[in-house]
């Protein structure tokens, strides 16, 4: 079993940055593909980014293409998001997901484990 707890979110004010950390515990990670999810208030959970664990390439999605980066530390079995230039639409609750495998993943339903999230506020 992979168990994978999420950290760093906060308020912020637009234009600001937060760095979400989410630490991997249970399994080694080998082939994995890590991502990031958000879901605002009313809405559906939507994919933000992803990261092949072994080989480190990356998918984004167009809305935060060019503020968010999304990493990985194999040493210390830790993915994270480097969010800059928040807007208040980025507001909502922010989830590391994982799924076995090599191919980058968008799709939300084939993920089966899961964080139990990080509050992101950006305020205007």
């Known amino acids: 079993q992979l168990q994978l707890v999420e950290s760093g979110g906060g308020l912020v004010q637009a234009g600001g940055s937060l760095k979400l950390s989410c630490v991997a515990s249970?399994?080694?990670?080998?082939?994995?593909?890590m991502s990031w999810f958000r879901q605002a208030p009313g809405k559906e959970r939507e994919f933000v980014a992803t990261?092949?664990?072994?080989?480190?390439?990356?998918d984004y999605a167009d809305s935060v293409k060019g503020r968010f980066t999304i990493s990985r530390d194999k040493t210390q079995n830790t993915m994270y998001l480097q969010m800059n230039s928040l807007k208040p639409e980025d507001t909502g609750v922010y989830y590391c997901?994982?799924?076995?495998?090599?191919?980058?993943?968008?799709?939300?339903?084939?993920?089966?484990?899961w964080g139990r999230g990080t509050q992101v506020t950006v305020s205007s």
């Open positions: 997901g994982a799924v076995s495998g090599w191919t980058l993943r968008r799709r939300e339903y084939v993920y089966n484990y």
């Open positions: 249970g399994r080694t990670l080998s082939p994995y593909v």
């Open positions: 990261i092949a664990w072994n080989v480190g390439s990356t």
